[in-house]
């Protein structure tokens, strides 16, 4: 059970979107509306009376500037607004959230500005609670722009409370998550695609229920999520599937998802090394899983003088996640599977520049050492390095390499 609970953490919830990332898209361009800036002033002024003379004057300073939100304002000083009210340690969480979600039914307006706003009460370090949960489920139910629409649905994701000590079971039944985890698959199951969309991926991510794939499937069919993303939360789902056969199936509707075979394999990839995934999957899982993954082998660019760090990491997460499903189903340790496959004929010298940079690379290199591989993969750097003479830094990369390689020689 515990196996389960670490699995969904791993993966559970999106992630959270900070603050800043809400505000970039805000004009620098503009005049705040007084108008709209009056009736701020005016709906801050009714929050709820602060317990102490601190917090009495936290929300008066808070509350004499609303020109900060006023539709128009400029990204400055909405960030500065923003970082103000997280910031004040005379408020409570209740306190900020409740100026900020004031302030976010002021500006429906505005959607930059709303969704900014969203986002950064999820910030707060909020105790979840229905009547919360409740409050922002309403407004989801309203008019909003797109934006906003996912933003709630984040916001009232984050409604969902952790506990690491608690099995997926346990979880579910801890204070307020099963009325969020019912909002949520209401929301999942919305005509609107653009909250259903939203819904159906921080559902999944939360744990498997009953009605998980179901949902999953629902919204493949209804155009909610792509196909991409079918194939991905399922992949994120399949180790939290206990029977064998049940496990077989979502496998197979995986494959059947019609995903570009590299997209696929990355996504699962990812899955395989998620603390306690590959333990939780049944041997008749992980054959077909591995031919996946060996269909889906990333490819470098043709050009074997680039060398981008995104492919060096989605090739190092290929050779672990391969290697580590081999040592599963063969014996022997994944290390040694790794120093095989980087060594094959036809493999790309640029696998050992990605291993050399991986947690694994100790290992692999001692290996290539006993194996007496050491002065042939110096050679495949070399020649690699014949590709890039004019690149600095690839060159530089290479010779790191070679040296890490060479310096394990017994």
């Not at 699995?7 to 505000?23: E, K, N």
């Not at 985890?181 to 939360?206: G, N, P």
């Amino acid at each position: 059970m515990r196996k389960n609970k670490l699995i969904q953490l791993a993966v559970g919830g999106l992630t959270v979107i900070v603050a800043i990332v809400g505000i970039r898209a805000l004009s620098t361009k503009g005049s705040p509306n007084e108008s709209d800036a009056r009736a701020l002033a005016a709906r801050r002024s009714v929050i709820d009376t602060p317990t102490t003379t601190a917090q009495q004057s936290a929300v008066a300073t808070l509350a004499s500037n609303p020109a900060a939100l006023a539709e128009g304002a400029d990204l400055e000083s909405l960030q500065r607004y923003g970082q103000r009210i997280i910031s004040d340690a005379t408020l409570t969480p209740e306190q900020k959230f409740d100026l900020l979600w004031r302030d976010f039914e002021s500006t429906h307006r505005s959607p930059t500005t709303a969704q900014y706003l969203l986002d950064t009460m999820r910030l707060l370090s909020l105790p979840p609670s229905a009547a919360t949960a409740a409050r922002i489920e309403a407004s989801l139910w309203t008019v909003h722009a797109e934006p906003v629409k996912r933003s709630l649905v984040n916001l009232l994701a984050s409604q969902y409370e952790t506990d690491l000590t608690l099995s997926v079971a346990e979880q579910s039944r801890l204070g307020a998550n099963p009325q969020v985890a019912a909002m949520l698959a209401k929301a999942a199951r919305s005509s609107d695609t653009e909250i259903a969309h939203q819904a159906v991926m921080q559902y999944a991510r939360m744990g498997l229920f009953p009605d998980s794939i179901p949902i999953l499937d629902a919204a493949l069919s209804g155009g909610a999520i792509s196909r991409a993303e079918y194939a991905k939360e399922m992949g994120f789902l399949l180790p939290l599937i206990q029977e064998p056969e049940a496990q077989r199936q979502a496998l197979q509707a995986i494959w059947h998802a019609g995903v570009p075979s590299e997209l696929l394999a990355e996504d699962l990839a990812a899955m395989v090394l998620l603390p306690h995934a590959l333990s939780s999957l049944h041997a008749e899982t992980l054959r077909p899983l591995q031919d996946l993954l060996a269909q889906g082998q990333p490819a470098f660019a043709n050009n074997a003088g680039l060398i981008d760090f995104l492919d060096l990491a989605r090739y190092s997460d290929w050779l672990s996640a391969s290697a580590a499903i081999e040592a599963r189903l063969s014996g022997g340790s994944a290390a040694a599977h790794i120093a095989t496959l980087v060594m094959r004929e036809n493999a790309d010298p640029r696998g050992l520049i990605a291993i050399v940079a991986s947690p694994s690379a100790e290992q692999v290199i001692h290996i290539l050492a006993q194996r007496g591989q050491t002065e042939a993969a110096r050679q495949r750097l070399a020649k690699l390095a014949l590709g890039a003479p004019n690149d600095v830094t690839v060159l530089r990369m290479i010779e790191e390499a070679q040296n890490r390689i060479v310096q394990r020689q017994p």
